[in-house]
């Protein structure tokens, strides 16, 4: 029995060694993406970057890198569950396939432990019916009818899956409070245009400052400046960029004790032999074990599978378990050293710390005030671009939230004559017209309100998935939480005030996955988003429910009414309204 015991509670270990910056409350950078779907993949509180392949080796749940890739972990001291975010893009058919593939091998991973899965998602509230659809009898009908819906955008990628498994293995249940759901949409949609007509105008003026840095800026800071923009684009690590700032003042970098941190932390994970950690937890193990009664050995098992289940940390475990040793083993002791500093990595801290160390390594690299001014300005431009696009982390908002139409208007304006003189100075032109003060306050109102609706959205879909843990026990259920990244940060803030662990995986933008293509169907017209709202705004849908996140049972009503005709040339919709409540 201790054998055996040993070699699982080994095995368990192995699939747990962990990259401290996973592990602490810090993501990792997010791969390069374009601009246009950027914003709804993980906006990242920092952009600290681990060793990506050892995140994927420690991740609780496996994923091929071809269909996502895991962008953080947490794992508390001890926790009451585990959490795997989902995010989600919501008008990109390739990731939504991925997002299905990513929902069925969670679905085959909790039957593994002989649970169910649960998918929380944004966009609906309370239980959207699969079962029903689930339930009929044709497998090869199923994937048909559900493929053809999926690829033509009338149907997401976990409805997906749960259509295509046996009805009980996967439950859709929307945590949406329908009344924040619309605030949050019609902010954003009051506000459209006048937000495109600002942007229009921040763009120009963005594109024209940076036209000037060459200008202005000397090498180290030029580069400075497009070292941090990579960071920005996924096109560089956070900890390279924290290193080569290091490099570039050391003397500086010294005055910001979290980013010194951040710097001794990448250099350490460098130094970190995962194969022979992976070894001497191996021989550690097996040398505990034969020393334990078999109650102990029972606990050593739970308590490995806890960590694999990302309920216990891997500092608790793996200091538990060294603090037992007879022998040395020093690859497995620096390892739990460098999980010790980690785990004292503040995301927060560490986000303004960044900020106000470029600020001041700017200030110190320039020789001339209008080359500081400059930097300022790009710095301010690119922050409004954010905010009025609705691309802001939590971060940035609390630096926007306070700052009213008129400071916007008037530092608008003299950024507006400072470059129309630069330019003037350099020969180029600069025609772009001035946004109305009109136009300005329905976009500040309306970016206002929309991160106001999204951030009480956050907390109230974080307690309606306390309510989905307290309804599916672990041994239940493994729940799964599919939304936008750039929901993420705020989300993810919810679970770690609550103790929760959690994975958060982002799915590709392109795809391997192979679905039927026995069906097609009329592709969704327009260029928004797939929201749940939305997809009913078409003859081939009509909205049925007075509520807009409860169009998703319209989608599964076209379905059943496809699936009763085997995939048959029908194009009649059966309105139906099956949200169920759940809260």
């Given amino acids: 029995m201790k054998h055996t015991a040993a070699l699982v509670a080994a095995l368990l270990t192995y699939e747990s060694v962990a990259a401290p910056l996973a592990q602490s409350a810090v993501i990792t950078q997010p791969a390069g993406l374009q601009s246009h779907v950027s914003s709804q993949l993980s906006q990242p509180e920092i952009n600290a970057s681990g060793n990506s392949d050892a995140s994927a080796f420690i991740a609780p749940f496996k994923i091929p890198a071809s269909v996502g890739t895991t962008v953080e972990i947490h794992a508390p001291v001890s926790a009451g569950r585990m959490v795997y975010h989902l995010q989600d893009v919501h008008n990109q058919i390739p990731a939504q396939t991925n997002l299905a593939e990513m929902v069925n091998r969670l679905q085959a991973y909790a039957a593994e432990q002989h649970r169910t899965l649960v998918v929380a998602v944004e966009g609906a509230a309370?239980?959207?019916?699969?079962?029903?659809?689930?339930?009929?009898?044709?497998?090869s009908d199923k994937e048909a009818v559900g493929a053809g819906l999926l690829r033509s955008g009338f149907l997401l990628g976990e409805e997906y899956s749960a259509l295509v498994h046996?009805?009980?293995?996967?439950?859709?249940?929307?945590v949406e409070n329908p009344k924040l759901y619309n605030a949050n949409l019609q902010a954003?949609?009051?506000?459209?245009?006048?937000?495109?007509?600002?942007?229009?105008?921040?763009?120009?003026?963005k594109s024209q400052l940076n036209k000037l840095k060459e200008h202005n800026f000397n090498n180290l800071l030029n580069t400075l400046e497009k070292n941090r923009i990579a960071v920005e684009e996924g096109r560089m690590t956070m900890s390279d960029y924290l290193t080569f700032l290091s490099q570039s003042n050391p003397a500086l970098v010294k005055k910001y004790p979290m980013v010194s941190r951040m710097v001794s932390l990448a250099e350490k994970e460098k130094a970190v032999d995962f194969a022979q950690v992976e070894k001497e937890g191996r021989l550690l193990v097996e040398e505990i074990i034969h020393r334990k009664s078999d109650a102990e050995v029972q606990k050593m098992m739970k308590d490995a599978v806890a960590l694999r289940e990302g309920r216990l940390s891997p500092l608790k475990y793996y200091t538990e378990l060294v603090s037992q040793a007879e022998k040395i083993y020093p690859a497995l002791e620096a390892y739990v050293v460098y999980l010790r500093e980690s785990e004292q990595v503040n995301p927060d801290q560490l986000f303004a710390e960044?900020?106000?160390?470029?600020?001041?390594?700017?200030?110190?690299?320039v020789r001339h005030p209008l080359a500081y001014d400059l930097y300022r300005d790009i710095r301010w431009i690119e922050r409004q671009e954010k905010f009025f696009s609705l691309n802001m982390i939590p971060q940035e908002w609390e630096l926007q939230k306070d700052v009213d139409v008129n400071e916007i208007y008037r530092h608008h304006t003299e950024i507006r004559a400072f470059v129309a003189e630069q330019v003037g100075d350099l020969g180029y032109s600069f025609s772009t017209p001035p946004f109305s003060l009109n136009d300005l306050k329905v976009a500040?109102?309306?970016?206002?309100?929309?991160?106001?609706?999204?951030?009480?959205?956050?907390?109230?879909m974080a307690q309606n998935?306390?309510?989905?843990?307290?309804?599916y026990a672990r041994e239940q259920a493994v729940v799964a939480f599919v939304a936008g990244g750039f929901h993420t940060p705020g989300l993810m803030r919810e679970l770690r005030t609550r103790g929760l662990a959690y994975q958060v995986i982002r799915p590709q933008l392109e795809t391997q996955v192979q679905l039927s293509q026995k069906i097609d169907y009329p592709a969704f017209g327009g260029a928004e988003p797939l929201a749940l709202n939305?997809?009913?705004n078409t003859d081939f849908l009509r909205p049925v429910a007075p509520l807009a996140s409860a169009?998703?049972?319209?989608?599964?009503?076209?379905?059943?009414?496809?699936?009763?005709?085997?995939?048959?040339?029908?194009r009649q919709f059966r309105p139906v309204n099956r949200v169920a409540p759940f809260f």
């Fill in 534 to 536: 939305e997809r009913a």
């Fill in 188 to 205: 954003r949609e009051a506000s459209k245009e006048s937000r495109e007509r600002i942007l229009l105008t921040v763009r120009e003026i």
């Fill in 465 to 471: 998935l306390d309510k989905i843990l307290k309804k």
């Fill in 444 to 460: 500040v109102h309306g970016a206002r309100d929309f991160y106001k609706a999204a951030e009480t959205r956050d907390a109230v």
């Fill in 166 to 174: 046996n009805p009980g293995q996967i439950k859709i249940v929307g």
């Fill in 354 to 365: 960044t900020q106000d160390l470029e600020t001041e390594m700017a200030k110190d690299l």
């Fill in 126 to 139: 309370g239980v959207v019916p699969t079962d029903e659809l689930a339930a009929h009898p044709s497998l």
């Fill in 551 to 570: 169009q998703s049972a319209q989608a599964v009503g076209y379905a059943e009414h496809e699936l009763q005709t085997a995939g048959a040339d029908h």
